[in-house]
């Protein structure tokens, strides 16, 4: 059964940081990709960034720039470091990986951004 584990959300001010965690358990690991969706309230669930196998990355362009996507493969985890967060980066953050037909999703993290 594998299991994603989300971390390191919080409140934090417009320009600030924050750093989530993902560490993934249950599985050999060997996922197709594995990174960060987000859902704002009244939105769809989208894309930030996730890290592919071959340890390249993907991001939405919108993001770029602010947003970088790490993994540490003994720890089986992913991190995503935020920074120069505005109040539209408000949403819950969700950890997906993918393996073959299989797609895993962790429970979310809550990151609100206001002063």
């Known amino acids: 059964q594998v299991r994603l584990v989300e971390s390191g959300g919080g409140l934090v001010q417009p320009g600030g940081s924050l750093r989530l965690s993902c560490a993934a358990s249950?599985?050999?690991?060997?996922?197709?990709?594995m990174g960060w969706y987000r859902q704002a309230p009244g939105k769809e669930r989208e894309l930030v960034a996730v890290v592919l196998r071959n340890g390249g990355a993907n991001y939405a362009d919108s993001l770029k720039g602010r947003f970088t996507i790490s993994r540490d493969k003994p720890k089986n985890t992913v991190y995503l470091q935020m920074s120069s967060l505005k109040p539209e980066d408000t949403a819950v953050y969700y950890c997906h990986a993918a393996q073959d037909s299989f797609r895993y999703w962790g429970q979310g993290t809550q990151v609100t951004v206001s002063s």
């Open positions: 249950g599985s050999d690991f060997n996922f197709n990709f």
